[in-house]
């Protein structure tokens, strides 16, 4: 935009009179002096409630470092409070700085009045008759130029003047950078909660920054189990999501809503692809459910463009009917299901058992993929899974037994790390709740390889809890790898362990045995995708299974 000083006082001038005006400023300082207020009212109960409970009925050393701890918090919000009272007599500033220089500006109407009058003088000046009022009004105009320049000097004067005096918001961040944390077993500043490792933390476990809830990895998440950033709900991965056991693409997509979606910007339950309204599509921009293709509306459609149910549709792009069934594909049961050997309601892919399911199964080619509602991974047990081989409800990572899990491996709820058995973890291998820490036995641990709660530093264990055979372990009783939980146990092969839950068992593999969730798991060597038998054991989660590669309980994703 131009400088004021080059602008004519046609322009100047209009911008003056034509904009808001003070008014929008005014209602500003009258909002920096409402906050100024509120901020000093809660400074000064939080200082009473404190000493209140410090010097009657909460005595000890505890008390003490507690009042400790809070004390700057205080000093923080009236700080605040100062900061924002200043901020409204800054406003009120400007305000005056404004009408002081709407005063002397000229008035618009003068300037086209000049300036009509300049083009009747020229036009009707004959034998330059009129020379001598021209020349009166360009010395009249000249001054206006002047007179709007010198206003709007003096308002800039004014309100850089004010804007200069503001306390800038990076000395409140690094004020509030600087705050201790309100918990135990918290690593970096401002957190309100236990066992945080970031700043600015409101509740259990995370790690990150400004999360709300508990065992989130990344910042800026509001409730548990959140892998990435600005995700709302728990167990999704990726940005920005809403709801349960959400996973975008990377952990820079997402912006899902709902349950159990896989890709981006998908509404409604265990869709798969993105842009998608409704359940268990898959593709790109379907609206409906049950679709495989792309802008398909509707129910069961297979392709692309159509508008129906099933093999009876409306080809938009070709203009054509067709008449069929009420399934696409071949071998469905039910009602609007598209893909392959589906039994249910608008499930898409194949070997889906339920409502609302997609995917296929590349472990079990042949066999049961998802049961259950929303599921939009492989070989899933329950409702809104986006991930693989889990076993619960609104979970995106793999292997979960539990509700709202993004990590892999995990028994519990709200865990975004591996292999933990608890509840909001966002470290991994831990046995316990609110531990961002690794391989911890207990609660609210920052550290690595603590027993206990609270801790903040590492103790250079192997392993923490008791009777664990094996590295990276925390738990009771566990033999393996890298396993949380209760008397787990993983044997042989070149790699064992990597389990969480309760009673766990897996052998008998060349590879890999182990890594499995949930409760009273029996790994016994299967074929497993690419791997034959006798080289895999273990891979379960759920209850009660006996085999590899199952999600559920009692083998039922294996009838």
Same mark, same amino acid.
């Given at each position: 935009?131009?400088?004021? %000083?080059?602008?004519?006082?046609?322009?100047?001038?209009?911008?003056?009179?034509?904009?808001?005006?003070?008014?929008?400023?005014?209602?500003?300082?009258?909002?920096?002096?409402?906050?100024?207020?509120?901020?000093?009212?809660?400074?000064?109960?939080?200082?009473?409630?404190?000493?209140?409970?410090?010097?009657?009925?909460?005595?000890?050393?505890?008390?003490?470092? %507690?009042?400790?701890?809070?004390?700057?918090?205080?000093?923080?919000?009236?700080?605040?409070?100062?900061?924002?009272?200043?901020?409204?007599?800054?406003?009120?500033?400007?305000?005056?700085?404004?009408?002081?220089?709407?005063?002397?500006?000229?008035?618009?109407?003068?300037?086209?009045?000049?300036?009509?009058?300049?083009?009747?003088?020229?036009?009707?000046?004959?034998?330059?008759?009129?020379?001598?009022?021209?020349?009166?009004?360009?010395?009249?105009?000249?001054?206006?130029?002047?007179?709007?320049?010198?206003?709007?000097?003096?308002?800039?004067?004014?309100?850089?003047?004010?804007?200069?005096?503001?306390?800038?918001?990076?000395?409140?961040?690094?004020?509030?950078?600087?705050?201790?944390?309100?918990?135990?077993?918290?690593?970096?500043?401002?957190?309100?909660?236990?066992?945080?490792?970031?700043?600015?933390?409101?509740?259990?476990?995370?790690?990150?920054?400004?999360?709300?809830?508990?065992?989130?990895?990344?910042?800026?998440?509001?409730?548990?189990?959140?892998?990435?950033?600005?995700?709302?709900?728990?167990?999704?991965?990726?940005?920005?999501?809403?709801?349960?056991?959400?996973?975008?693409?990377?952990?820079?997509?997402?912006?899902?809503?709902?349950?159990?979606?896989?890709?981006?910007?998908?509404?409604?339950?265990?869709?798969?692809?993105?842009?998608?309204?409704?359940?268990?599509?898959?593709?790109?921009?379907?609206?409906?459910?049950?679709?495989?293709?792309?802008?398909?509306?509707?129910?069961?459609?297979?392709?692309?463009?159509?508008?129906?149910?099933?093999?009876?549709?409306?080809?938009?792009?070709?203009?054509?009917?067709?008449?069929?069934?009420?399934?696409?594909?071949?071998?469905?049961?039910?009602?609007?299901?598209?893909?392959?050997?589906?039994?249910?309601?608008?499930?898409?892919?194949?070997?889906?058992?339920?409502?609302?399911?997609?995917?296929?199964?590349?472990?079990?080619?042949?066999?049961?993929?998802?049961?259950?509602?929303?599921?939009?991974?492989?070989?899933?047990?329950?409702?809104?899974?986006?991930?693989?081989?889990?076993?619960?409800?609104?979970?995106?990572?793999?292997?979960?037994?539990?509700?709202?899990?993004?990590?892999?491996?995990?028994?519990?709820?709200?865990?975004?790390?591996?292999?933990?058995?608890?509840?909001?973890?966002?470290?991994?291998?831990?046995?316990?709740?609110?531990?961002?820490?690794?391989?911890?036995?207990?609660?609210?641990?920052?550290?690595?390889?603590?027993?206990?709660?609270?801790?903040?530093?590492?103790?250079?264990?192997?392993?923490?809890?008791?009777?664990?055979?094996?590295?990276?372990?925390?738990?009771?009783?566990?033999?393996?790898?890298?396993?949380?939980?209760?008397?787990?146990?993983?044997?042989?092969?070149?790699?064992?362990?990597?389990?969480?839950?309760?009673?766990?068992?897996?052998?008998?593999?060349?590879?890999?045995?182990?890594?499995?969730?949930?409760?009273?798991?029996?790994?016994?060597?299967?074929?497993?995708?690419?791997?034959?038998?006798?080289?895999?054991?273990?891979?379960?989660?759920?209850?009660?299974?006996?085999?590899?590669?199952?999600?559920?309980?009692?083998?039922?994703?294996?009838?």
């Amino acid at each position: 935009m131009a400088n004021f %000083m080059v602008l004519p006082p046609e322009i100047n001038s209009l911008l003056m009179f034509n904009g808001a005006g003070s008014a929008p400023m005014l209602e500003a300082a009258a909002a920096w002096d409402g906050l100024a207020s509120e901020l000093g009212s809660a400074a000064s109960a939080f200082s009473s409630v404190t000493s209140g409970l410090v010097g009657q009925a909460w005595q000890g050393p505890a008390s003490q470092a %507690m009042a400790a701890a809070a004390t700057p918090y205080a000093g923080w919000l009236n700080s605040a409070a100062t900061q924002a009272a200043g901020a409204a007599g800054q406003a009120r500033a400007v305000v005056s700085a404004f009408e002081a220089a709407q005063a002397a500006t000229v008035h618009p109407i003068l300037v086209d009045l000049n300036r009509n009058s300049l083009v009747q003088m020229v036009m009707s000046n004959w034998f330059g008759l009129n020379a001598p009022a021209i020349a009166q009004l360009e010395s009249e105009y000249e001054a206006m130029w002047a007179q709007d320049v010198a206003a709007m000097s003096g308002y800039y004067s004014g309100a850089s003047a004010a804007a200069s005096a503001l306390t800038p918001a990076q000395t409140l961040q690094q004020l509030f950078a600087t705050l201790p944390n309100l918990g135990a077993g918290n690593k970096g500043n401002a957190n309100l909660g236990n066992g945080n490792t970031g700043s600015g933390n409101v509740g259990n476990g995370n790690n990150g920054s400004s999360n709300l809830g508990g065992g989130n990895f990344g910042n800026t998440n509001i409730g548990n189990g959140n892998f990435g950033s600005n995700n709302v709900g728990s167990g999704n991965i990726g940005a920005g999501n809403i709801g349960f056991g959400n996973s975008g693409t990377s952990l820079t997509t997402g912006r899902n809503v709902g349950l159990g979606n896989a890709g981006t910007s998908n509404y409604g339950f265990g869709n798969s692809g993105s842009g998608n309204i409704g359940g268990g599509n898959t593709g790109v921009g379907n609206v409906g459910g049950g679709n495989t293709g792309n802008n398909n509306i509707g129910f069961g459609l297979t392709g692309s463009n159509e508008i129906g149910i099933g093999n009876t549709y409306f080809n938009t792009a070709t203009n054509q009917f067709s008449f069929g069934g009420l399934n696409s594909g071949s071998g469905n049961i039910g009602f609007g299901n598209s893909g392959t050997g589906n039994i249910g309601f608008f499930n898409s892919g194949s070997g889906n058992v339920g409502i609302f399911n997609t995917g296929s199964s590349t472990a079990h080619p042949g066999g049961l993929n998802n049961i259950g509602i929303g599921n939009a991974g492989a070989n899933n047990f329950g409702i809104g899974n986006s991930g693989v081989f889990s076993t619960g409800v609104g979970n995106a990572g793999q292997w979960d037994t539990g509700f709202g899990n993004a990590g892999n491996f995990d028994t519990g709820a709200g865990n975004s790390g591996n292999a933990n058995t608890g509840f909001g973890n966002s470290g991994f291998q831990n046995t316990g709740n609110g531990n961002s820490g690794f391989e911890n036995t207990g609660f609210w641990n920052s550290g690595n390889v603590n027993t206990g709660a609270g801790f903040t530093t590492d103790s250079g264990l192997e392993n923490s809890g008791f009777g664990n055979t094996g590295a990276g372990d925390s738990g009771f009783g566990n033999t393996g790898d890298a396993t949380s939980g209760f008397y787990n146990r993983a044997t042989g092969g070149l790699v064992n362990g990597g389990s969480s839950g309760f009673f766990n068992t897996a052998s008998g593999g060349s590879s890999e045995n182990g890594f499995s969730s949930g409760f009273f798991n029996t790994g016994v060597t299967q074929p497993l995708g690419i791997f034959p038998i006798g080289t895999v054991s273990g891979s379960n989660s759920g209850l009660f299974n006996i085999g590899t590669g199952i999600a559920g309980l009692f083998n039922l994703a294996r009838l």
